[in-house]
Each structure stands twice: as structure tokens, then as C-alpha cells.
């Protein structure tokens, strides 16, 4: 497939889909009686979105959008975000998508630091829009999705007037980094492909049918899985991508069966969540030959398979880099955490914390490069505004992905533990830094400390250990008012899930919190005396 994505842009790649596969279908969506969009649900051919993205190109380049600009969207799973984001990439534009479970706060932040020309949002959401604005240092125009291209008006700045490449920027996507607030992530158009190239090309039980295949993946679009990596396998290979508008445990076998769905996505806590329900007919009323995700559990591996009759396949990847590994060639290594070996054009490395390398067996941070010669091709572009952190991230010529790993004798890589101070959610990644932050901006707390802790269902949980400036007289209600002010700041899954108000927490004489003693070795903190149990506060509707 190399000779087909090397040097071109998602424009061309999409292009040539359109002419290749125009009565074929290219994105649906699942009927939901409760969504606010499309209840019915929808389908559309590569034909029929080749006609609206043409539409949508022709409006933005009339009103003078090009190369150089960047667009903000607030679209959620709705198809516009597809096909907003492959108009603007055709001009050269570059998407910058939004977290609709951000909070006021955390957009202003996204939109100040990426200064987007525009923001597009759906109708339900333009008051979030608006009230993030309210908050920013750069304070773009917003224009409601359904009515567009009304009100479209001209970007501040003209274009730079250059024909987007493989280099032009196509996305920035903003994930948590471990200093506080999430780094914007720049993935230009060669990235891009060549991620869907690398999906489209895994192989073994992996190989994609052309045109054959209905690819239901319940991720956020504004994620590099669902809005990059399945999507534009799904592009290159004429298929189709099944976008709900989240993951519903309850509903997910019968938007499966009913969109025909042959492949599915998955992370950990979603096999969890499934094997969680009780057993009914639906589970078995599929299609399905695939599962394609990250971090089921290893004792859950096997029994999911024979439970609902398909094979899990684990991968690798994350935003900086998602040309992901895997295990899809049997024998898998199933139950052990294998997500796949090294292959050409992403070399890896197991090294102790001295970037030393460690010997097979033994655990070690992943580092990764995609050769000798070219280190960085097929990787993110860098950190946006932040090159002394890029630069930090790629240090020695290789990319340090902060994941603990250990290769086995035959080359397979497992799995461990993540190196960074970051806490992996349903999903999400959370920097504890981010949530310390918000909490020491309570007028109650002198000191905190995040961490993560286990979860049964969620892999993850936030943990905060909070210091006091005077005694509560009722600890549970401090706890609680601690968590509706982290939650009023944060989007809803960053808020502590369980809260321990403490009299002091460990230091080193330079004051920094050792976070590491605050608790023996051995002990779950979850049972510990005074420690809140919040999580039946974090759902996204919560006030």
C-alpha cells in the first residue's frame, strides 16, 4: 500500500475513494430513538460524501479558508465531524476537534492555545462554544453546523497559499501530558495516511476485505483511534465506518447486528462492561469476525472470545504515534498483555531508566523510532507551541512513550504498566497534574497529590490526597465539595473518584510530595479508613 499513500494527502486519498468505491457505503450511523441526531440512524455511499464534501470545500474556499488556517470543531460523533474535517483537509486546512465533555475552562485553553480561525459546532452545542469563548484570550466566531454555510465569514488572516502536502498539518489533537495541561499533538496529512495504511495492511486475522468490511468503532472521533486510524483505514480500503455516538453497553450487540458491523473496537473497560451484562440471544446475532482494541484484561481475554464467538486482536499505538503494532497472526499470545512485535519501519527498544537497553524478559520503557535514517517519519509533527517538550519526547533519536514493556524471546511485546504520571480512565488519559492543579485552586486546600488507582471496571481511577489548611468538622462533606469543584473546572471523568483527606502528605526537602511513600507497599487505598467513594458522582449529565 505504500506506493499508493507515499507523498499524497487526505484530500487525494479521499478522492480517489470517491471515484473508486461512489455507490459503496462509506459512513453510517446506528439507529437510537434517544439521540438528538439522526434517531433513525443513516448511511451515506463514498459518492454521496464525495457530493458534500465538495460542498463544504467550495464554502470554505469562497470565504477564503486555505493552508495555514486551523478550524476548531465541536461536533461530537456526528457525521459532520468526518465530513468537515476531510472538506477542510482537501483545502489544507487544519482540524482541531473539541472535547464535548470539556468544561468552560479546558476548551478556553484549547482554543487560546491554537488559535483557530473559526469553530464549528452543532447547534446543541454553540452555548458551550460560546461560554469556553467567554473565558479565551482568542476569541473566534462560531458557526452552527446545521445552517452552514450561513454566517460563514471570512478567517482574520489570509491563506498562505500553498498546496497542502504530506507535511501540511491535517489535525491537532490535544492529549494529557504529565506537566498539567494536555499538549497539542500535530498530525499532518503523511501521518495520517500512513496510520490508515498500517491498519489496512496488519494482516493475518486482521486483513481487511476491500469493500467488504463494516467497521463499528464506538470511540470519540476527536481521538486518534476512531478519527484517524479506523477511518482512514476505512478510506483506503473502500470500507465502511459505523460511528454511534458513544459506547452503550446495553445497546451494543443490537447496533452491532443492525449495522451489519463485521468489525468491531474496543479498549478494556468496554470488554469488561460487556462481560458485565447478562447473557442474552442478541450477543450471539452478529456478523462480527474481529475485535480490534487495546488493554482487555488477561483473564478475560479468552473467556470473551468464547463467550461472543470472534477473536480480540490487541494493538499498540498512541496520538504521537498510531501505525500500530499487533497481534494478528496466529498462535496469539492471548492472556499475556502481547499487543505485537516490532516490524519494518517501526523499530523498538526496552530500556532501563538510563535509556540503557534491558535484557528479554525483563521490563522496560518502550522506545520507538521508525528507522536509523528517518527516525521521526510516520510520527506526529510535534507538540504544538512546545518544541522543548518535543524535543525532550525524542531524545537520543528515539520517542519515549513513557509505556512499560518486556519482549519475549521470540520478539512479542507485552504490556506492563505506564511509566508516566498519567491515569488511564476508560480510555482517557489524565494527567495527575492537571487535577492537582484545579484542587490547590480550592481556598480550603494547602497540599494535594493525584494518583491512580485500580478499577474493576474502568482499569483506572483517580485518587486525590488532599491536605487541609484547617480541620473539617465533617470530612465527607469536605470530600464532596472538593469533587463538585474539581468537576465545575474538568471535564467529568478527571474529577477524583475517591477522595482522602489526610494531616500531611511525604516530602523531600525541596518540598516536592513523594508520592510514592504516601501509602505502603501492598495496601489499596480505596479501604482505608476516610477515604470517599465519589464515583457515583462522575456521570456527564452530573450539575
Known amino acids: ?57 467550495a464554502a470554505y474556499r469562497e470565504a477564503g479558508y ?24 482537501s483545502l489544507g486546512v487544519c482540524c482541531v476537534p473539541i472535547n464535548p465533555d470539556y468544561r468552560p475552562g479546558e476548551a478556553a485553553y484549547l482554543i487560546a492555545h491554537s488559535e483557530p480561525e473559526l ?59 504529565t506537566t498539567g495541561r494536555p499538549k497539542g499533538c500535530v498530525l499532518s496529512h503523511g501521518y495520517e495516511v500512513a496510520s490508515g495504511a498500517r491498519y489496512a495492511s496488519l494482516g493475518g486475522l486482521a486483513a481487511l476485505r476491500p469493500g467488504e468490511e463494516r467497521i463499528y468503532n464506538p470511540l470519540p472521533l476527536y481521538h486518534v483511534n476512531a478519527g484517524v486510524l479506523s477511518l482512514l483505514g476505512a478510506v483506503l480500503t473502500g ?32 470488554a469488561a462492561m460487556l462481560m458485565a451484562q447478562p447473557p442474552g440471544a442478541e450477543e450471539r446475532r452478529h456478523g462480527v469476525r474481529l475485535g480490534i482494541g487495546a488493554g482487555i484484561e488477561p483473564q478475560l481475554h479468552r473467556a ?35 499487543f505485537g512485535r516490532a516490524f519494518p519501519g517501526l523499530e523498538v527498544r526496552v530500556v532501563d531508566e538510563e535509556d540503557r537497553d534491558v535484557p528479554e524478559g525483563q521490563p522496560g520503557e ?68 492537571e487535577v492537582e492543579a484545579v484542587l490547590l485552586t480550592h481556598p480550603d486546600v494547602l497540599q494535594a497529590a493525584v494518583m491512580a488507582v485500580k478499577d474493576e471496571l474502568r482499569e483506572e481511577e483517580v485518587l486525590a490526597c488532599v491536605v487541609l489548611r484547617r480541620l473539617a468538622p465533617d470530612p465527607a462533606a469536605a470530600a464532596e465539595s472538593l469533587f463538585r469543584h474539581c468537576r465545575e473546572r474538568l471535564a467529568y471523568y478527571k474529577a477524583p ?14 518540598q516536592k510530595i513523594q508520592k510514592h511513600t504516601i501509602y505502603p507497599a501492598g495496601v489499596d487505598p480505596r479501604y482505608l479508613p476516610g477515604v470517599a467513594d465519589l464515583r457515583a458522582l462522575k456521570r456527564r449529565d452530573a450539575s
Open 119 to 177: 469553530i464549528v459546532a452543532l447547534a446543541a452545542r454553540e452555548r458551550q462554544a460560546r461560554e469556553a469563548l467567554a473565558q479565551s484570550a482568542h476569541r473566534p466566531p462560531v458557526v452552527v453546523a446545521e445552517a452552514f454555510p450561513a454566517g460563514l465569514p471570512k478567517p482574520a488572516r489570509p491563506a498562505d497559499g500553498a498546496e497542502p502536502g504530506p507535511e501540511t498539518p491535517a489535525s491537532i489533537l490535544y492529549t494529557s501530558g
Open 497 to 510: 473518584g475517591w477522595i482522602h483527606i489526610v494531616e500531611s502528605l511525604p516530602t523531600t526537602a525541596t
Open 304 to 338: 470473551f472470545e468464547e463467550r461472543f464467538g470472534f477473536p480480540m486482536v490487541e494493538v499498540w499505538g498512541m496520538t504521537e504515534m498510531v501505525r500500530v503494532l499487533a497481534d494478528s497472526t496466529e498462535p496469539r499470545q492471548v492472556g499475556t498483555r502481547a
Open 366 to 433: 518502550m522506545l520507538i523510532r521508525h528507522s536509523a535514517a528517518t527516525p521521526r517519519r510516520g510520527f506526529f509533527s510535534g507538540y504544538l507551541k512546545d518544541e522543548a517538550a518535543t524535543e525532550a519526547a525524542w531524545r537520543g533519536g528515539w520517542f519515549h512513550t513513557g509505556d512499560v514493556v518486556w519482549r519475549g524471546r521470540d520478539g512479542m511485546l507485552h504490556f506492563v504498566d505506564r511509566r508516566k504520571n498519567i491515569i488511564r480512565r476508560s480510555g482517557e488519559n489524565i494527567a495527575a497534574a
Open 239 to 270: 470500507n465502511c465506518q459505523i460511528q454511534p455516538d458513544r459506547f452503550h453497553p446495553r445497546r451494543f450487540w443490537h447496533e452491532v447486528a443492525a449495522t451489519r458491523a463485521t468489525i468491531v473496537h474496543y479498549l478494556g473497560v468496554i
Open 66 to 89: 486555505g493552508p495555514g488556517h486551523r478550524v476548531a470543531t465541536l461536533l461530537e460523533n456526528h457525521p459532520d465531524h468526518v465530513l468537515h474535517k476531510l472538506a477542510l483537509n
Open 1 to 57: 500500500m505504500s506506493e499508493i499513500t507515499d507523498g499524497t494527502t487526505i484530500g487525494a486519498v479521499f478522492a480517489r475513494a470517491v471515484s473508486a468505491h461512489g455507490d459503496r457505503p462509506f459512513l453510517a450511523v446506528p439507529p437510537n430513538e434517544a439521540r438528538a441526531y439522526l434517531p433513525a440512524g443513516a448511511e451515506i455511499t463514498y459518492g454521496e460524501a464525495g457530493r458534500r464534501v465538495a460542498e463544504l470545500a
